[in-house]
């Protein structure tokens, strides 16, 4: 009785969870049995709690991360007459069982840079733009997530929420995410620089790499020259660089050393073309300020200072995927009182590889509508496009047939239709500046959490004054 109450038939195209077949367009149903097969997590039962099915579940939170994984379970199957959803507490129960075993394999290996050469916007000469960047994530206030990542401190204390710091790989052009590592907020000023050079096995000499200032020292800078892989990155005003060579469009040579006694015996220092700026328009931030830009293109004859000025810009679109996942994908509601939901760190990371692999299969889309469109992907609106992926899920019809060969082409060229306002992408700023002021209310502390059980009910703490 017990196994036909857990049995559930197959539906359209012989699969459980048979509304994410658009999915599989991106990430194969091959691919995600070849990794469970690998990792040693493919069941052999057919049920609604196999690994795999619980993977497509974790995998549809990527795309509705703003629904519980009951009814994740829901939005991924069809209606079926006669058949339960399972318990809330059972999907629960079997995340730990799929572990990231299978996830962060699986997410590696359809991952995939999406730009072609003939992608506007996602070049600068032969070199595909690369930018890396990092964020933070706020996570449940549960003992396993603080003991796991963390809290920052500040001025009043410890934060109220753990939260972990998440470093990403990105394609500039199509904002694709090739690659990303998460850890917890401990030592937050060197977190990213510790997380950095895992990801530089992913560089190639065809690419050039954008990263902010706060990357920048000696050792990365070398790393990232034994790859090959050019690098145009800002650094802080006050660095010292001695001028070697002055060039013709105002850059000039210098060397940057690991530290100032190999400087003073100029040891070890490795040759950098260095690029001063300001800004003189009065809306913009940095306006008056002086900007240091470092590269190792030397060759100010085929690059010119002012276009790596304009070059550095595209650094930013690294942050826009971040504003992709955080606050479209994953928006703010009144049931969430952090970016993500998990109790359990293991969950957490689940959730971030989830995010990831949503909006890859997204911005794939994207990519793929624009080039049968000849556009620039940034003509494309991601929450339109995003709109579009969660309405069609449902009237996808089976996968290797007519109709959804049919159906996959007409929503290309819906996704195509989905452009932003402009021609070219808005001139924009953003100042830095917070908006919500601090509250009057104690901070949380440690002292407030766990919360102890009440011994008096309300009734009996109420007391009469005479």
Known sequence: ???????????????????????????????????LEETGCLDTRRCRR????????????????????????????????????????????A??????????????????????????????????????????????????????????SGGRGDRAFPQVRQLSLVEAGTHGEGAFAATGIQEPGRAEQRLAPARFRHLRSEMVLLWDRGFFSYSLWKSVGTT???????????????????????????????????RNRDRQGLVVRVIRYTLNDPQRVGHGQEHVLLTTLLDAARSLAKELVALYHERWEVDLVYDEQKTHQNPWRGTKSADLRSQTPLGVLQELYALSLGHFVVRSLMATAAARADLDPDRLSFVGCLTIRRCRLPACPALGTDPFAVGYEVLL??????????????????????????????????????????????????????
């Not at 049995?7 to 048979?18: K, Q, T």
């Not at 050469?117 to 990092?134: C, I, K, S, V």
């Not at 690098?231 to 006050?238: F, H, I, P, Y």
Request: hydrophobic share 40%; net charge positive; proline share 8%.
């Open 1 to 35: 009785m017990a196994k036909e109450l857990y049995s559930l038939p197959p539906g359209e195209a012989g699969r459980i969870l048979d509304r994410l077949l658009l999915v599989e367009q991106v990430i194969p149903a091959d691919d995600v049995r070849q990794v």
């Open 50 to 93: 196999t690994r795999e099915g619980i993977f497509r579940v974790v995998l549809a939170r990527g795309i509705r991360a703003d629904v519980p994984i009951r009814q994740l379970f829901k939005f991924a199957r069809r209606l079926q007459a006669g058949e339960a959803t399972p318990h809330r507490s059972s999907l629960c129960l």
């Open 95 to 152: 995340r730990p069982r799929l572990g990231l075993a299978a996830v962060r394999p699986l997410f590696e290996r359809p991952v995939r840079l999406l730009a072609t050469p003939q992608t506007p916007g996602a070049f600068y000469q032969d070199g595909r733009l690369m930018a890396l960047d990092g964020t933070v994530y706020t996570v449940p206030d549960s003992p396993a997530n603080a003991a796991a990542f963390g809290r920052s």
């Open 228 to 262: 090959g892989c050019p690098l145009l990155a800002r650094v802080s005003s006050r660095l010292v660089l001695r001028p070697l060579q002055s060039l013709a469009d105002g850059s000039y040579l210098a060397k940057i050393y690991p530290c100032a006694s190999e």
């Open 413 to 466: 060229w819906e996704i195509s239709c989905e452009r932003t306002a402009d021609a070219v992408r808005r001139n924009r700023i953003n100042p830095r500046v917070v908006k919500v002021k601090m509250s009057k209310f104690k901070k949380k502390g440690s002292e407030h959490r766990p919360v102890p059980p009440l011994k008096k009910t309300f009734a009996e703490s109420a007391v009469m004054l005479c």
